[in-house]
């Protein structure tokens, strides 16, 4: 089942352009990786001997897990082949992992999987949960986040296109299949800017081209601006919608 047909190149291109940025900028981003860490303490307080994190990006998730654990091997993924640099210094069992991880064979016999906003990019989610069951050990973990389909709801509104996002429903129902789902959660959070093209900067600052394709011109930009005000306009700026899901899976093994 493919949920979506995503242009993995331009992705790339849009993330390599955030290197700079995207720490300053992804507090939304930031938070969410902050949520996963603590949520699996509250499961698990021994450290992994082998771990994999997909969509590693620059370290959001990886400092923070490095903070509270330890692992024997850990494999950092990300598609933006840049962010090997961002890894270094972090911990010495880090193995940099590159490559589009739906494409790429995973590494084998897993403690556990771990990933922070990078699922909604999958082209066949449901496959890959099938390849992660296959390279998981039986008492290992899957922890990740990605979002519903009120992200961005605003982008969606007024373009009237966007990523599709899928629903916390059809997380669970992709995940009962092979795994138990320990624990779970959604949120929706707003974050506000002082017009609709602070939103646009804020997209591209953290990587995020919310319309794939789009080639703006003088007058789209004028429109855009003027429906997302009129739509969503308050006296704290213009919102733009985050709705993280989160979970933490095991094995049915």
Known sequence: MRNQ??????????????IETYRKHAIV???????????????????????????????????KFFRHFKATEYFANDIVEEYKDVLQNIDNSIRFF??????????????????????QWFTDLELFL????????????????SFGPDNYREIRDV??????????GKHERLLSDKFDIIW??????????????????????????GLPGKVWTKSDLKRFEEDYSDLFGTELGVPLTYQPIYFIAKPKK
């Open 29 to 63: 981003q930031e938070a969410i990786a902050s949520r996963l860490i603590n949520e699996l303490l509250n499961i698990k307080k021994n450290n992994f001997q082998k771990v994999l994190e997909i969509g590693c990006g620059p370290a959001v998730l990886t400092e």
């Open 184 to 209: 779970s959660d959604r949120e929706t959070i707003k974050r506000y800017f002082a017009d609709p093209v602070g939103v646009l900067k804020h997209m591209k600052q953290t990587g995020v081209n």
């Open 98 to 119: 590159g490559g589009d991880i739906e494409s790429i064979e995973l590494p084998k016999n897993l403690d556990l999987v771990i990933s922070s906003s990078t699922f």
């Open 130 to 145: 099938s390849n992660i069951y296959d390279a998981l050990n039986p008492e290992s973990l899957l922890v990740f986040s």
């Open 159 to 168: 373009e009237g296109k966007g990523l599709n996002y899928l629903s916390f």
């Open 5 to 18: 047909n995503i242009n993995k190149e331009n992705v790339q291109k849009s993330f390599v352009k955030s």
